[in-house]
């Protein structure tokens, strides 16, 4: 059974840094896609970053590019979301998602993520 545990959430002022992890368990990292995806206070959840574990081929969202980097640890099973420049607006708690199955590419549809974690929240204040 899969199980992501999401840690380093917090809150930190405006322009500041955070880096969350997932430590995944009964879940290998190979040619299959983990991502991030967060939900705000009244809001639908959305997909923030998404990587390919075997070829490490990355999406982001546009408000987050050039700004946020997903990141993998083979050895340590952990998937990574380095949070940099941080706005008000990244404030939600945000979930670690994992796909079981091997796929050519990787896109922020929910539907194909079968595993989710707890979620970790982050707060960003002005």
């Known amino acids: 059974q899969v199980q992501l545990v999401e840690s380093g959430g917090g809150s930190v002022q405006d322009g500041g840094s955070l880096r969350l992890s997932c430590a995944a368990s009964?879940?290998?990292?190979?040619?299959?896609?983990m991502g991030w995806f967060r939900q705000a206070p009244g809001e639908e959840r959305e997909g923030v970053a998404i990587?390919?574990?075997?070829?490490?081929?990355?999406l982001y969202r546009d408000s987050v590019k050039g700004r946020f980097t997903i990141s993998q640890d083979n050895a340590k099973n952990t998937l990574y979301l380095q949070m940099n420049s941080l706005k008000p607006e990244a404030t939600a708690m945000y979930y670690c998602?994992?796909?079981?199955?091997?796929?050519?590419?990787?896109?922020?549809?929910?539907?194909?993520?079968?595993?989710w974690g707890q979620g970790t929240q982050v707060t960003v204040s002005s």
């Open positions: 998602a994992a796909d079981r199955y091997s796929r050519r590419n990787c896109y922020f549809a929910e539907s194909r993520f079968q595993s």
């Open positions: 009964g879940y290998t990292f190979s040619s299959n896609c």
């Open positions: 990587i390919s574990t075997g070829g490490g081929s990355t």
